[in-house]
């Protein structure tokens, strides 16, 4: 079965960091480009970072840039997400999403089942 | 970066009726290299991560019922429900993937009637 769970988050001050961990299973992990998106709460879905197969590309929303860094580990087959300087509009969901197919633009399937963070 | 839009905000649909739910892209999502609109539709339950229903703009992912259908080109597309059912009551978003930042329209809440 492919899966993917995300770990990490919580409740962190202003100007914090944490890292967002998602440990992928029942597929080739080494194979595909992974996403993370994030929704804040009673809100919409919004893309935030996306990074190549073998990890050389990544690319990111402006509003995360030089805050958030995308990286993964495929000997352990693990995706993260570095987020330093929060702010309290970095509060909400965290989702890691694998791309639906083993290139660059595909929509997002599978997701996982989320992480919480939390800026106050 | 291309702007989603949906309308309506929301819907209230009897059981067994027709939904319908529009989606704009502020340009073409349209690739002529591969003739594929890079367009999909989401669901998302209360509580639950968003569920991929629709991609292509018209394919329907494995396991998605058949009363769940996309249409559209470039920039104008629909996803229609034909016939809702209780389970159907849900956020429902369009995204574009040809071009990062890859966005989301706003999503429309669709209920029962």
């Known amino acids: 079965e492919v899966q993917l769970v995300e770990s990490g988050g919580g409740l962190v001050q202003p100007g914090g960091s944490l890292r967002l961990s998602c440990a992928a299973s029942g597929f080739r992990f080494n194979d595909y480009w992974m996403h993370w998106v994030r929704q804040a709460p009673g809100k919409g879905l919004v893309w935030v970072s996306q990074i190549k197969s073998d990890g050389s590309t990544t690319s990111s929303a402006d509003f995360v840039k030089g805050r958030f860094t995308i990286s993964r580990d495929n000997a352990k087959n693990t995706l993260y997400l570095q987020m330093n300087s929060l702010t309290v509009e970095d509060t909400g969901v965290y989702y890691c999403?694998?791309?639906?197919?083993?290139?660059?633009?595909?929509?997002?399937?599978?997701w996982g089942q989320g992480t919480l963070v939390i800026v106050s | 970066d291309i702007v989603m839009t949906q309308s309506p905000d929301s819907l209230a649909v009897s059981l067994g009726e027709r939904a319908t739910i529009n989606c704009k892209s502020s340009q073409s999502v349209f690739y002529s290299s591969t003739n594929k609109n890079y367009l999909a539709w989401y669901q998302q339950k209360p509580g639950q991560a968003p569920k991929l229903l629709i991609y292509?703009?018209?394919t329907r992912q494995f396991g998605v019922p058949d009363r769940f259908s996309g249409s559209g080109s470039g920039t104008e597309f629909t996803l229609s429900i034909s016939s809702l059912q209780a389970e159907d009551v849900a956020v429902y978003y369009c995204?574009?993937?040809?071009?990062?930042?890859?966005?989301f329209g706003p999503g429309t809440k669709v209920d029962i009637k």
């Open positions: 999403a694998r791309a639906l197919m083993a290139r660059p633009l595909a929509p997002f399937d599978p």
């Open positions: 292509s703009a018209s």
């Open positions: 995204q574009q993937y040809s071009t990062a930042p890859f966005t």
